[in-house]
């Protein structure tokens, strides 16, 4: 188990190092600069910029200081206004923590509830409705049921306030940045559950007289969370960072929003930061899924 964790640990830095490199290469393909604006800046100002930021050092010199400063746990500071980047994000980051992690817990359980459900009442009414409802959320974009529940909900029927500093109402957030993940997780959890369910040692079980509850529960159901854990492992870090669309329609100040606002302000230091806070987030939940393995179905060795 020690030397699996300590080779993940060596590929997750392997591939942090190859995102950042590709990340900071390609942003500073890019034509342009941080500091154009409608209204030009004279030359010796732009100079002046990008001194005082080591833009105007060649970009492979540029790349091993900004490793440097990484190694240290220095960000930087934004390009745009002046502020530690560090600062940024742990004001931000919070925000859309709660409301991706939140949203992710509702997934994941009604997710395994309705799946299981559908896979135990396979071809009767239940089964059907929660067929029809999951795939539709799967084919509704985030953003078009966040526009919607937004119209309805707020300023139709006026039953939930719009989101603000003083009314911090996740409610409809949660809703619109959850339902794609919770229909994939009931699809998949049907198909999990009926692979299990199909498996000798439950027919073995049943003949054994093992309650119908003991049976779903502790046997079926523990092995069919494989796969919804596979899913949900990258898909909690992608819910948590990748939410800013439903941050930007709520007008949600979180991480994602900022990630917005430094691609259109081309902070490349702000983008640097917010893409390996992202890359790290997937490997360590990745990590986290491998080892949860272990603990969901002992039978699996992690070599």
């Not at 732009?46 to 970009?59: G, H, M, Q, S, V």
């Not at 929660?130 to 707020?154: E, G, K, N, Y």
């Not at 159901?221 to 796969?227: K, T």
């Not at 960072?241 to 709520?250: A, L």
Request: proline letters at 4%; hydrophobic letters at 50%.
């Amino acid at each position: 188990m020690a030397k699996y964790i300590i080779k993940r640990v060596l590929l997750a830095v392997v591939t942090v190092f190859i995102i950042c490199a590709i990340t900071f290469f390609l942003m500073h393909a890019v034509p342009g600069g941080p500091f154009n604006k409608e209204k030009a800046l004279s030359e010796a100002t732009i100079a002046a910029l990008n001194e005082r930021y080591n833009l105007d050092k060649p970009i492979v010199q540029q790349f091993l200081l900004y490793l440097n400063n990484l190694l240290h746990g220095d960000f930087g500071v934004s390009l745009k206004n002046g502020r530690e980047i560090g600062a940024i994000i742990g004001e931000s980051f919070p925000i859309s923590a709660r409301l991706g992690v939140s949203a992710m817990l509702v997934a994941l359980f009604f997710g395994t509830v309705f799946g299981s459900t559908a896979a135990l009442m396979r071809n009767r009414l239940p089964d059907r409705l929660i067929v029809f409802f999951s795939t539709l959320f799967t084919a509704v974009p985030s953003f078009i049921l966040a526009t919607l529940l937004l119209l309805v909900f707020c300023i139709k029927l006026q039953w939930i306030p719009v989101w603000s500093a003083d009314s911090q109402n996740y409610v409809l957030p949660i809703v619109a940045l959850s339902a794609y993940p919770m229909a994939y997780i009931t699809r998949l959890s049907k198909t999990s559950m009926l692979d299990a369910l199909s498996q000798d040692y439950i027919r073995t079980a049943r003949a054994k007289g093992v309650s119908k509850f003991k049976l779903i529960f502790k046997h079926a159901l523990r092995n069919s969370l494989i796969p919804v854990i596979t899913y949900a492992g990258p898909q909690i870090a992608y819910i948590i960072t990748g939410s800013m669309v439903i941050e930007t329609i709520f007008t949600i100040g979180g991480l994602g929003s900022k990630f917005v606002s430094a691609i259109y302000n081309r902070d490349y230091t702000m983008i640097m930061a917010t893409t390996i806070f992202l890359a790290s987030l997937m490997v360590i939940a990745n990590l986290i899924c491998d080892l949860l393995y272990k603990a969901v179905d002992p039978r699996i060795k992690l070599d």
